[in-house]
């Protein structure tokens, strides 16, 4: 006669207090036997029939987020049943662990202090740290005064709840009060590039674009932005901005800042584009000039900084580009050949012609030539700088 309920027995979860599992699946172990020794008996945890082979049991039941308890149920032949179980404490979730300030994680400054605030939640939470130190907070809310010093500065925040599921988050402050150093290198494409008193000139052909490649070298991460919307490159080691030239003077700067936001002294590149022959303007040239004077006064025009010859000789130009000369006049057709160079070695010549009459001959027009010239020059002078104003 069977007068006895089976037994159960759990050796597996241990039901302590304080013992959190960090997963949703736990696997009950133990034992369920019949001592009245029915012929068969059965056992259900939480209500799902399972099988206890020479009473051995051993089942994964899936439990709730937070405390459940895992109930074990055995009836045997005879009727008998018996109940038992085991509390578990389940906690799958790490906790959410918020930094607000710093907005970012990893970056630049060269500030002396950072200040740190965030904010921490978990049904069950456990500590808080800062690189291993208790971080105080309330209700959550942490706020720490972090100091930085030169260098990379490294922050671990860490919290951990009941159970052991941890979140981290690293700060990663570098300090850095060093603007960034560099070296330039020159590189010209469509042209030719000449040094001229220490000034820098370019020349071309007039019909390709001259294009000027700068290459920094830099010492550490930096950006460089080019002036007038002509470039900005930012990274480490060599970094390369182009522009094409205008015929002219041509002034771009150049910013480098480096990511905690030190400036390098700005660079300040000039270079003149000159792809124009110097043009010789000799008021009344594009005619025979016909006089009865034994001299004349030859004026004009030619670009500034070029050098000129009157037939082979030397000619001084103003620092405007004039120049005037008193030549002698042969009877019959005298033939002058001024040649310029200008700055950047490109050349030009004018041939002019004088007709001296005799005294007796009809010479055209009225006054004398050197008159007509100069009224001429003066006029061509003021269209020419109303033409080049700058
Ligand atoms: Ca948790
Ligand atoms: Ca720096
Ligand atoms: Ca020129």
Redesign the pocket.
């Known amino acids: 006669m069977d007068a006895a309920p089976p037994a159960i027995v759990v050796s597996e979860p241990v039901d302590i207090w304080d013992l959190w599992h960090t997963t949703s699946t736990i696997t009950v172990r133990g034992n369920v036997t019949d001592p009245g020794l029915s012929e068969w008996y059965k056992v259900w945890v939480n209500g799902v029939e399972v099988e206890v082979p020479g009473g051995v049991l051993e089942v994964a039941v899936e439990v709730d987020e937070g405390e459940s308890h895992i109930v074990i149920e055995a009836e045997d032949q005879a009727g008998h049943t018996s109940s038992g179980g085991v509390t578990v404490r389940v906690d799958t979730i790490a906790p959410d662990l918020r930094v607000i300030t710093p907005a970012e994680e990893t970056f630049f400054t060269t500030e002396i202090k950072v200040d740190l605030q965030g904010e921490v939640s978990d049904v069950n939470l456990g500590s808080l740290t800062l690189n291993g130190q208790p971080l105080s907070h309330v209700q959550g809310i942490f706020t720490r005064a972090l100091n930085i010093y030169e260098g990379e500065n490294v922050f671990e925040i860490e919290a951990t709840d009941v159970a052991g599921n941890v979140a981290t988050r690293t700060l990663v402050i570098t300090k850095?009060?060093?603007?960034?150093q560099y070296t330039l290198e020159e590189a010209i494409s469509g042209g030719e590039m000449l040094d001229l008193d220490g000034e820098r000139y370019a020349t071309g052909s007039g019909d390709v674009t001259v294009r000027i490649s700068l290459t920094f070298s830099v010492s550490?991460h930096t950006t460089v932005t080019a002036s007038g919307g002509r470039g900005q490159v930012a990274g480490t080691g060599d970094l390369d901005i182009s522009f094409d030239l205008e015929e002219g003077e041509n002034t771009v700067s150049f910013d480098l800042v480096?990511e905690?936001g030190?400036e390098a002294s700005p660079l300040v590149y000039r270079i003149t584009l000159d792809t124009t022959a110097p043009e010789i303007l000799v008021p009344g040239s594009d005619e025979v000039i016909t006089t009865k004077d034994r001299t004349l006064i030859l004026m004009g025009r030619v670009e500034a900084g070029s050098t000129l010859k009157l037939n082979g000789d030397p000619l001084r130009v103003n620092a405007d580009g004039t120049f005037s000369t008193q030549v002698d006049l042969s009877k019959g057709e005298n033939v002058f050949l001024l040649e310029a160079e200008d700055q950047v070695g490109l050349t030009s010549s004018l041939e002019l012609v004088v007709d001296r009459k005799d005294k007796g001959e009809e010479s055209p027009g009225s006054g004398s030539f050197a008159a007509m010239l100069a009224m001429a020059l003066i006029s061509y002078v003021v269209l020419w700088s109303r033409g080049r104003k700058t």
């Open positions: 850095d009060l060093t603007p960034p550490e480096d905690a030190n």
